[in-house]
T-cell receptor, first 115, second 112 residues
Framework: EPEVTQTPSHQVTQMGQEVILRCVPI?????FYWYRQILGQKVEFLVS????????KSEIFDDQFSVERPDGSNFTLKIRSTKLEDSAMYFC?????????????FGAGSRLTVL | GEDVEQSLFLSVREGDSSVINCTYT??????LYWYKQEPGAGLQLLTY?????DMKQDQRLTVLLNKKDKHLSLRIADTQTGDSAIYFC????????????FGSGTRLQVQP
């Protein structure tokens, strides 16, 4: 079964450093998403991406965050200058154009720890 | 804004039924979903229900939707130890934000 692949599975970084989280969505999917889950809290929407541009973003997705689809297969989330409160599990998801009920397929997540 | 609430923890014995409950606030929710997260894994879609339905059954899973009370439940019949995981309720509307809104997740522990 096709799956969404995320790397790294765990990254530890120092506060203020830049971090790039990578995702390989399912190959024929057209809609891409990033969500995050701070430990013990809800899974929160960050951003959605379609046709090479952001289609929706949440209040969390401020100027420190950016997304890119550099080569037609990877979908990346960059955090420019990490803060302690960015420590979370980050989930990538993708969806096909004709996905019934708009079902998202999620990756296993990338755990980010900011020290 | 939209909000989805779930209880945090449920413990059942193997073979019993589990019922995981969820409430939501957005009356324009179009689809409601149940996702399962096993340790170290991503969010796996279990089932979903369209808002004009009140029940959906899929093998051991039964989803009940009470739209008036904005209450969604997931019943797992004959719960197995392999069902131990975190279960997330999520909703989506076709107006305004189209992204999924998730609850905090309910940790289901199945005792042998």
């Amino acid at each position: 079964e096709p799956e969404v692949t995320q790397t790294p599975s765990h990254q530890v970084t120092q506060m203020g450093q830049e971090v790039i989280l990578r995702c390989v969505p399912i190959s024929n999917h057209l809609y891409f998403y990033w969500y995050r889950q701070i430990l013990g809290q809800k899974v929160e929407f960050l951003v959605s991406f379609y046709n090479n541009e952001i289609s929706e973003k949440s209040e969390i997705f401020d100027d420190q965050f950016s997304v890119e689809r550099p080569d037609g297969s990877n979908f990346t989330l960059k955090i420019r200058s990490t803060k302690l409160e960015d420590s979370a599990m980050y989930f990538c998801a993708s969806r096909g154009r004709h996905s019934g009920a708009n079902v998202l397929t999620f990756g296993a997540g990338s755990r980010l720890t900011v020290l | 804004g939209e909000d989805v609430e779930q209880s945090l923890f449920l413990s059942v014995r193997e073979g019993d039924s589990s019922v995981i409950n969820c409430t939501y606030t957005d009356s324009s929710s179009t689809y409601l979903y149940w996702y399962k997260q096993e340790p170290g894994a991503g969010l796996q879609l279990l089932t979903y229900i369209f808002s004009n339905m009140d029940m959906k059954q899929d093998q051991r899973l039964t989803v009940l939707l009470n739209k008036k009370d904005k209450h969604l439940s997931l019943r797992i019949a004959d719960t197995q130890t392999g069902d131990s995981a975190i279960y997330f309720c999520a909703e989506r509307t076709d107006t305004g934000r189209r992204a999924l809104t998730f609850g905090s997740g309910t940790r289901l522990q199945v005792q042998p």
